[in-house]
């Protein structure tokens, strides 16, 4: 099934690295449209909502601790079989092992902090931007 909407979320070592201009450059040129954009802090206890399906996995106190470490983008985009689509655009979770020229083997500092979220699935990706978004925030 294709969908056309994705969210996503430019993470804390990209934003204090200086790479918010260069990733939206790439998501744009790459042909996403954005539909609502906000740059933001989570809060520990936001940050553990947003990643709340992670909560047993070995990772998720540090996941939790990078991700409100500092200012984040978040933003929900537009094209044709996005979920997909994004997915490649920003490579595998593990920048080694991201293909070159994907937004994580550019930028990613290592495997949590690795530059950029992109939702895996239309159901999340919905859950996803609401979690960011109201309804009168988006056109
Ligand atoms: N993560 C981590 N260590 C791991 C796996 C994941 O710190 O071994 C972090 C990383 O920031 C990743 C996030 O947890 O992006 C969510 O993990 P997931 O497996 O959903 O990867 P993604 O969907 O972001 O590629
Ligand atoms: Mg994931």
Not at 17 to 40: D, P, Q, R, V, W
Not at 71 to 97: Q, S, W, Y
Request: no cysteine; charged share 20%; glycine share 8%.
């Amino acid at each position: 099934m294709t969908t056309n909407r994705t969210f996503t979320m430019i993470k804390p070592d990209a934003v204090q690295n200086g790479h918010i201009g260069s990733i939206l450059a790439k998501i744009t040129e790459s042909g996403f449209k954005i539909i609502a954009m906000k740059y933001t802090r989570l809060s520990k206890e936001t940050a553990g909502q947003f990643y709340a399906i992670h909560k047993e996995r070995p990772f998720f106190g540090e996941l939790v601790d990078y991700m409100s470490s500092g200012p984040i983008v978040a933003a929900i985009l537009e094209k044709n079989d996005a979920v997909a689509g994004f997915r490649k655009l920003i490579g595998a979770t593990d920048p080694t092992k991201a293909e070159p020229g994907t937004i994580r083997a550019l930028y990613a500092k290592s495997i949590a902090a690795n530059a950029i979220h992109g939702s895996d699935s239309d159901a999340n990706a919905a859950i996803e931007g609401d979690f960011f978004f109201s309804m009168l925030e988006r056109f």
